[in-house]
T-cell receptor, first 113, second 111 residues
């Protein structure tokens, strides 16, 4: 079974630029999550999707972050414009229905200069 | 508000000995707890979990203990191996909701 796929793996941008991350969850997993992990901290949830609907985006900085999962499969997270404090690893995870365990992708390391 | 805490940022253990990683939580609504292992430049890998209706779950060299009254869980690795060297994250959820992670403990297993 293929795992969660994410791209790109690394991205370096200057502040005020835009960036987008892509995630393809494990096949059949209806629930998809985006987490932000800042160096030295644990992952923090940004947004949770159930199929193509948003379940929880309470921690998403909506003035600059957006995410979509139009067809209920893959998802895109966008930052526009980026700030220095957005430097972090962005992790995507998916979870099968009826199970509590989330499975993570390799992450995208974003550096904002 | 740190609902899940891992108070030891690092732990060093000799190969073959037991590694004990600790985690405390504050939210009594948490009903599921997980441990993830993370190598550099990789995403967290699921290791073992426990439901709040149990107090122990074992999988090979890994055992998780849950003490609900103390709001404390621990991960035991016996025997420890050099390949176990990684950052270990404790996470908790309520009703299959989002995971709340601790800050991680870096385990180093030396020969």
């Amino acid at each position: 079974e293929a795992g969660v796929a994410q791209s790109p793996r690394y991205k370096i941008i200057e502040k005020r630029q835009s960036v987008a991350f892509w995630c393809n969850p494990i096949s059949g997993h209806a629930t998809l999550y985006w987490y932000q992990q800042i160096l030295g901290q644990g992952p923090k949830l940004l947004i949770q999707f159930q199929n193509n609907g948003v379940v929880d985006d309470s921690q998403l900085p909506k003035d600059r972050f957006s995410a979509e999962r139009l067809k209920g499969v893959d998802s895109t997270l966008k930052i526009q414009p980026a700030k220095l404090e957005d430097s972090a690893v962005y992790l995507c995870a998916s979870r099968p229905d009826g199970r509590n365990t989330q499975y993570f992708g390799p992450g995208t390391r974003l550096t904002v200069l | 508000d740190q609902q899940v805490k891992q108070n030891s940022p690092s732990l060093s253990v000799q190969e073959g000995r037991i590694s004990i990683l600790n985690c405390d939580y504050t939210n009594s609504m948490f009903d599921y707890f997980l441990w993830y292992k993370k190598y550099p430049a990789e995403g967290p890998t699921f290791l073992i979990s426990i439901s709040s209706i149990k107090d122990k779950n074992e999988d090979g060299r890994f055992t998780v203990f849950l003490n609900k009254s103390a709001k404390h869980l621990s991960l035991h690795i016996v025997p420890s191996q050099p390949g176990d060297s990684a950052v270990y994250f404790c996470a908790a959820s309520a009703n299959t909701d989002k995971l709340i992670f601790g800050t991680g403990t870096r385990l180093q297993v030396f020969p």
